[in-house]
């Protein structure tokens, strides 16, 4: 399970923006998980909870998006929710999509203690 | 090493990292002390970049990268024996092997005369932007034509991480059965060539072929699909040909 790599990853882009916004520690994170990401959002929380120990994050809660997969087809044009793991568009039948969501873990937005 | 190269990923860092991020100051004007702020980035971006640094690196030596996937023991190394001994010098091939324990893949590579390089990823199940960047400066890249990065055989985390490659492989051994392509959408859908491997055993397994390409194409109906055996070189030759254009394609200058 690669879960703790992408919270190593993710604590280390939440430490950039906290300094650069001279944050004493982060209360909130809000993060966008893809169906399709390849993360189990159950284990990504399990692995932030422990990981976060001793860092700007000690005492930030953990708020998930779970965004289900969203295809564009290049020949219609009509976005949809893709279902079932079929690439196929419902309307037209063309394989020609392009996906706009639903494939990566996207870092929302924080909430910050900036103290004073 | 990496400052001969200029590729440090410090420097690669900071440099996009303003053009990503929108910051708002949503807090309250009387009290300073909660500010929330807007990111939207992907939290895998740092990866990201070194993958984009990689391929750079790649394409600078004319270099045609594959990424090699599968679980353990779909035949990842025996089908690079194969092909190093198939291009029999009329390629130059180099190997970065990804293991959690062991170098024993990179000595069977050199053993075919390519050179090849070991990274032990201890506990980690997949090789990332980084590993495969300090793999690449053990590579003689400049007497290269391909590199082959051999990830660590898993079908689930290694499809996670762009590694700056050119082209996925994902090979699915007759063994492990027809269903891998729908019990891992993620892997199967990251494919560009799809190689069905150990078909000499067929007749010892309940695969269907069929099955296992459809549900592969209805995940990626893109995929390029290839049949083949390790023991049957004439198998193969498609694979051999299709490396040789493509690293050929990878030479165009323009």
């Known amino acids: 399970m690669?879960?703790?790599?992408?919270?190593?990853?993710?604590?280390?882009?939440?430490?950039?923006?906290?300094?650069?916004?001279?944050?004493?520690?982060?209360s909130k994170v809000i993060v966008k998980i893809g169906k399709l990401s390849g993360i189990e959002p159950h284990l990504l929380k399990?692995?932030?909870?422990?990981?976060?120990?001793?860092?700007?994050?000690?005492?930030?809660?953990?708020?998930?998006?779970?965004?289900?997969?969203?295809?564009?087809?290049?020949?219609?044009?009509?976005?949809?929710?893709?279902?079932?793991?079929?690439?196929?568009?419902?309307?037209?039948?063309?394989?020609?999509?392009?996906?706009?969501?639903?494939?990566?873990?996207y870092l929302m937005s924080l909430e910050l203690d900036v103290g004073v | 090493m990496c400052k001969d190269c200029g590729c440090s990923i410090t420097d690669n860092h900071s440099h996009h990292h303003e053009e990503h991020h929108h910051h708002h100051n949503h807090g309250n004007p009387t009290l300073e002390d909660k500010?929330?702020?807007?990111?939207?980035?992907?939290?895998?971006?740092?990866?990201?970049?070194?993958?984009?640094?990689?391929?750079?690196?790649?394409?600078?030596?004319?270099?045609?990268?594959?990424?090699?996937?599968?679980?353990?023991?779909?035949?990842?190394?025996?089908?690079?024996?194969?092909?190093?001994?198939?291009?029999?010098?009329?390629?130059?091939?180099?190997?970065?092997?990804?293991?959690?324990e062991t170098n024993r893949d990179a000595e069977r590579i050199k053993q075919k005369g390519a050179p090849a390089y070991q990274i032990t990823t201890g506990q980690a199940c997949h090789l990332d932007?980084?590993?495969?960047?300090?793999?690449?400066?053990?590579?003689?890249?400049?007497?290269?034509?391909?590199?082959?990065?051999?990830?660590?055989?898993?079908?689930v985390c290694p499809a996670s991480y762009d590694i700056g490659t050119h082209l996925n492989v994902v090979l699915l051994s007759v063994p492990e059965g027809d269903d891998k392509p729908a019990k891992y959408p993620v892997m199967f859908r990251s494919a560009d060539l799809l190689l069905i491997t150990k078909v000499d055993l067929i007749d010892y397994f309940d695969f269907n072929i069929e099955k296992a390409i459809e549900e592969t194409r209805k995940l990626n109906p893109k995929v390029d699909v290839m049949i083949i055996s390790t023991k049957d070189e004439n198998s193969l030759k498609n694979w051999i040909d299709f490396i040789k254009m493509k690293s050929s394609l990878r030479k165009v200058r323009t």
């Not at chain 1, 953990?62 to 309307?91: G, H, R, T, W, Y």
């Not at chain 2, 594959?66 to 089908?79: E, F, I, R, Y």
């Open chain 1, 2 to 26: 690669h879960e703790l790599s992408v919270v190593q990853s993710l604590i280390g882009l939440i430490e950039q923006n906290a300094i650069q916004n001279n944050a004493n520690s982060v």
């Open chain 1, 46 to 105: 399990l692995a932030f909870d422990s990981f976060k120990e001793g860092t700007i994050c000690q005492n930030a809660e953990l708020e998930m998006i779970i965004q289900d997969v969203v295809a564009k087809c290049e020949n219609c044009q009509k976005e949809f929710e893709i279902k079932d793991n079929s690439f196929v568009c419902p309307n037209c039948k063309s394989f020609n999509l392009q996906v706009i969501d639903g494939e990566d873990m």
């Open chain 2, 35 to 100: 500010k929330t702020v807007e990111v939207i980035t992907k939290i895998l971006d740092a990866n990201d970049k070194q993958a984009e640094s990689n391929r750079k690196h790649f394409d600078e030596h004319g270099v045609f990268a594959v990424n090699l996937m599968s679980s353990p023991g779909a035949g990842k190394t025996a089908l690079l024996e194969k092909t190093i001994e198939m291009l029999n010098d009329e390629l130059k091939i180099g190997v970065i092997e990804g293991d959690l």
């Open chain 2, 129 to 155: 932007a980084f590993m495969v960047h300090d793999g690449i400066h053990h590579m003689p890249l400049e007497e290269l034509d391909i590199v082959f990065v051999e990830n660590v055989g898993n079908l």
